[in-house]
């Protein structure tokens, strides 16, 4: 069975009550629940953390126990070389995934440094990014 944790960054954990008219009035755990109906036979394992090292160290771990990681590091994304740096050390395919479009938003928000280390990025198509990932991930 294939392996996927899915990962999500700093203040994620308000989805569904932060800013519904950029994110969705959704939670994240909501999100989820149909998300593994849809893939029934994949493990999809989820963890969220506000702390960059908390992060890190998931991706570190994750390294030699899934196939491969979907990641919206949140703001990290924009100021983490940290976290570029950790995705560019291990070995599974990381796709980055934002709900908003992040090109059309505060011009501190165009650059990912994240991004660049990963093997995709997927931004702007709300909550489906994450299925969208998880099928590259599988190559379906």
Not at 37 to 60: R, T
Not at 108 to 122: L, P, V
Request: proline share 4%; aromatic share 8%.
């Amino acid at each position: 069975m294939k392996k996927i944790l899915i990962l999500n960054g700093p203040n994620l954990n308000l989805l569904g009550e932060r800013e519904p008219e950029i994110y969705g009035n959704v939670s994240f755990e909501a999100y989820l629940e149909s998300l593994i109906a849809e893939f029934p036979d994949i493990q999809l394992d989820y963890y969220q953390s506000n702390h960059e090292g908390y992060l890190i160290d998931k991706l570190q771990e994750a390294n030699h126990q899934y196939d491969g990681v979907v990641m919206n590091p949140g703001a990290y994304a924009h100021t983490s070389i940290a976290l570029a740096d950790c995705i560019k050390a291990i070995s599974i395919p990381v796709i980055e995934v934002h709900i908003s479009d992040i090109s059309k938003r505060e011009s501190y928000r165009h650059h990912s440094f994240t991004a660049e280390a990963c093997k995709h990025c997927i931004m702007g198509q709300g909550m489906k990014g994450y299925d969208l990932a998880v099928r590259e991930l599988l190559g379906i």
